[in-house]
């Protein structure tokens, strides 16, 4: 699927229309598990959700639940958002249209058209380094909500961080988390403000998955990530 999403982009953004190139993309976008930013029509609020799964043969795709319960009727209403998201460095964007709603055990589950056009923009130049379970990262947040959380990070870049945090408090899309600590191998934590750009709860695992992106970082902490980051690139082309 991987080599299917890759290609050359414009600034003003590609558009993809080709219909296998879209079904990979919405099955990486469920491999990866990324959050993706819905917008709907005639509701302010901004909600998260998931791809749960795609049916090529049959038409549609999956999406979990909105986080949001305005959003949610809005959704179900007007039966059209905007998918914003993104995936291995590119922001993708495109319009989605719900074919049908279902619910078991209480959760909502829409099942919604594959879209006829995808819009990628290439954004982020740096390496995104994937966690894995034997690379383990804590994190800690010792203001949050009036709070002292904990948690790991599943992935970091010179850009930002995706965390997940042991709390049921979601932050709101641009709130600043300060002074949120990293404690990298073989380095001394690492203090940085992050901006988040995405929060959802994992309801499986009780957590809170956020994604943000580092804010105003000095060059020692960005040396101190670009160390560990070239580190594991060493280590990735070895194996």
């Not at 970091?156 to 042991?166: D, I, R, T």
């Amino acid at each position: 699927f991987k080599r299917a999403i890759q290609g050359d982009s414009s600034p003003a953004g590609e558009k993809v229309t080709d219909r296998k190139k879209i079904v990979a993309i919405l099955h990486q976008l469920k491999a990866d598990h990324e959050l993706l930013s819905v917008t709907v029509p005639g509701c302010k609020d901004k909600s998260n959700t998931a791809i749960l799964g795609t049916k090529e043969k049959q038409g549609h795709f999956y999406l979990d639940e909105l986080n949001s319960r305005p959003a949610h009727e809005a959704f179900l209403t007007g039966r059209k958002a905007r998918i914003d998201c993104r995936l291995q460095g590119m922001e993708l964007s495109f319009v989605a249209h719900m074919l049908k709603a279902h619910t078991a055990n209480g959760i909502a589950l829409y099942e919604l058209a594959i879209p006829n056009t995808v819009i990628r923009l290439q954004r982020r130049d740096s390496f995104r380094l994937r966690l894995n379970p034997g690379m383990v990262v804590p994190v800690s947040l010792a203001h949050f909500e009036g709070e002292t959380v904990s948690g790991e990070a599943m992935d970091l870049s010179a850009g930002g961080v995706g965390l997940f945090l042991h709390t049921r408090n979601i932050p709101s899309r641009g709130q600043i988390l300060h002074s949120l600590s990293l404690s990298m191998p073989r380095s001394r934590p690492l203090k940085a403000d992050v901006e988040v750009r995405f929060a959802k709860l994992e309801q499986a695992h009780h957590m809170l998955r956020i994604g943000g992106r580092f804010v105003n970082l000095n060059p020692r902490q960005e040396r101190q990530i670009a160390q560990f980051l070239a580190e594991q690139q060493r280590k990735l082309r070895r194996h």
